[in-house]
């Protein structure tokens, strides 16, 4: 897991994979494809992998910092990387005002494809859906099509959340899933979004994850999307109230901190 540093030092995006246990990859999301790549075939090689083979890279929206790597990538290193299935969760312009900001990303990311992995399928998932990976599970939980038509007004809520489930553990990956969601969510799921681990939405900015909802999910490890400066800040001034809210439901050593400038932070599920 890691983030990029902004012109302004601003700590933001978010790069996570999985090594699964058929040794393929799951990707979420990624800002630098050349970062990507190094640490993919480093992983591999650690572990003994000779290709590096994606079964999917999903994409929770099409915000530059969640997505800019995906068309290089697919671009650049084609020849060495096979990519089974691309997962994007796209809106369509009667959801609201903001459901077609992704739209440039989306067509690069599908004009890539087409030239680069004409092999690959192209999947848009809807809520209900699973996928079976190299002995994980992918329940997708919202897309933003559950929304009502029309009330798409910030574009984080186009985020699509999937829960994963790896043996008798579940994260749940949340993108940059704002207020509109998460009040949605709680009122659909209620005790079933208790999850083990939690991806932190939006960085821990808000608008974010609620109270309500961190409650419900309960988790016992949380995946943080920030740096150390943005999450010091998130506890100090930008986000205090929920942000310690969700930092005192865990131990210190169950929060992870994404890496910056290239690094990653990593963890283990079984």
Partial sequence: MGVSLDAKNFENGMAMFYLLSDGTFLIFDEFDADNLYRHLRAVADENG???????????????????????????????????????????????????TEGDSFVSAAQSAMAQYQPNAAVVRLHTGQQLTLGGMTVEVLYTPSDLAQGSLNNYNDASMIVRLKIGERTVLMTGDAATATWNLMVKKYGSYL?????????????????????????????????????????????????????????????????????????????
Avoid at 242 to 255: D, Y
Wanted: charged share 20%; with cysteine.
């Fill in 194 to 270: 208790k999850s083990d681990c939690l991806q932190v939405p939006h960085h821990g900015v808000n608008p974010g994850g609620t109270i309500e909802a961190y409650d419900l999910i309960a988790p016992s490890e949380l995946f943080w999307p920030a740096g150390d400066k943005l999450y010091s800040d998130l506890l100090g001034t930008m986000n205090p109230e929920i942000c310690k809210h969700l930092t005192a439901m865990v131990k210190p050593e169950c929060i992870h901190i994404a890496g910056t400038l290239g690094k990653l932070t990593s963890f283990r599920l079984e």
């Fill in 49 to 99: 992998i000779a290709d590096v083979r994606v079964s999917a890279w999903i994409i929770t929206h099409f915000h530059g910092d969640h997505v800019g790597a995906f068309e290089p990538f697919i671009r650049k290193y084609s020849d060495r990387v096979k990519l089974d299935r691309a997962v994007f969760g796209v809106t369509a312009s009667d959801q609201g005002n903001a459901a």
